[in-house]
């Protein structure tokens, strides 16, 4: 035998010296639930470890973020029933505690990177993404709501818009509103091929974002996310969105769509980032405490391999977790 692969395995020193991938704190992103009042500290029941946290304990938790080394947070609001409505008005609404939440992080912490959500679904009263019209989801409308909620997005000082609703023509219409307001320097992180996924049930429990049961409602979001059958699709919303202007492709979810995070790294020079959503985190928590997985090799060995598809950036709740294992403090 002449090749023997296992040559470079032999030692710590020669893998070390070889490995082609390494996550660091700065390819993440930690995804943070904002809800009203003061002192609310509430678990989220489906996903352990994250919770629903009012503005002054988001602000200590970003403050223990950052000192982890975690400089990049995106922002959801939990919106009480009686703000919501079909259009979504609170959205741009100056009294929204989501807009005033995000005013006062980055006047606390000018140096992070606050990423927002844009879609309707955590103000809609049909819990859909788009305003609802005799049962369909009306796309030109939407979009204008879409961009009259990032502009007010950008005035509170977010640094990136979060486009994660998946109308058509989104990205072009946030940005030339976002340009003719004078928000050049603002970027657009676009959800660009996001998934009809089975995997986002804990997130909409921290939100309470499903869509509603009512027989003039539809049930699924089919009609606007992606078919998880597809990826050449990816490569069609990819093209649109680096055409209208997107700083970022993201592919969501993350594990189950490698193929998919790979086949758009090969295909754009925009960053890609990928979404680990909240239900690819709670498989993991639930066979960790059930003793069948080890956390602290099987939850870095994910992350890792999220990279090593071709996501630059990586949205997950993981981050504070992986962070404090580098620091050596988990
Ligand atoms: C909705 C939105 C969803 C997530 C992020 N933004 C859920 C959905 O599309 O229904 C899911 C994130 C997660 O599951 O972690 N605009």
């Not at 040559?7 to 660091?24: D, K, P, W, Y």
Request: hydrophobic share 40%; proline share 5%.
């Amino acid at each position: 035998m002449h090749r023997r692969p296992r040559r470079n395995r032999s030692s710590a020193a020669i893998r070390g010296m070889v490995q082609e991938t390494h996550l660091t704190v700065n390819h993440l992103i930690y995804p943070l639930f904002l809800v009203g009042g003061s002192g609310v500290k509430n678990e989220i029941h489906s996903l352990p470890g994250n919770f629903r946290l009012s503005l002054d304990n988001i602000l200590r938790e970003i403050e223990e973020c950052m000192s982890l080394g975690i400089n990049n947070f995106i922002l959801f609001p939990a919106i009480p029933e009686d703000k919501k409505d079909k259009t979504g008005t609170h959205s741009y609404n100056p009294s929204n505690f989501y807009l005033k939440a995000a005013i006062a992080i980055k006047a606390r912490f000018p140096e992070c990177c606050l990423i927002s959500d844009v879609a309707l679904d955590p103000y809609s009263s049909d819990g859909h993404d788009g305003v609802v019209r005799n049962g369909k989801i009306v796309n030109d409308e939407t979009v204008a709501i879409l961009a009259r909620m990032s502009v007010a997005q950008a005035e509170s000082g977010f640094d990136l818009i979060g486009p994660s609703d998946m109308m058509d023509g989104r990205i072009a219409a946030i940005r030339e509103a976002l340009d003719e307001n004078g928000f050049t320097d603002t970027g657009i992180m676009s959800y660009t091929a996001k998934y009809a996924s089975a995997f986002y049930g804990p997130f909409r429990d921290a939100l309470d974002s499903a869509p509603k049961s009512d027989s003039n409602i539809p049930k699924d979001k089919k009609t606007y996310q992606m078919n998880p059958a597809n990826r050449r699709e990816a490569l069609i919303e990819g093209e649109l969105d680096t055409a209208e202007g997107a700083d970022f492709l993201m592919v969501k979810p993350a594990l189950n769509y490698l193929d998919v995070i790979h086949v758009m790294k090969e295909n754009f020079e925009l960053p890609i980032a990928a979404y680990h959503v909240s239900g690819e985190c709670a498989m993991l928590i639930a066979a960790c405490q059930n003793g069948w997985l080890e956390y602290e090799k099987a939850m870095p060995e994910t992350l890792l391999s999220i990279h090593r598809a071709g996501a630059d950036a990586i949205l997950t709740y993981f981050a504070k977790d992986f962070a404090k294992m580098v620091a050596g403090k988990y």
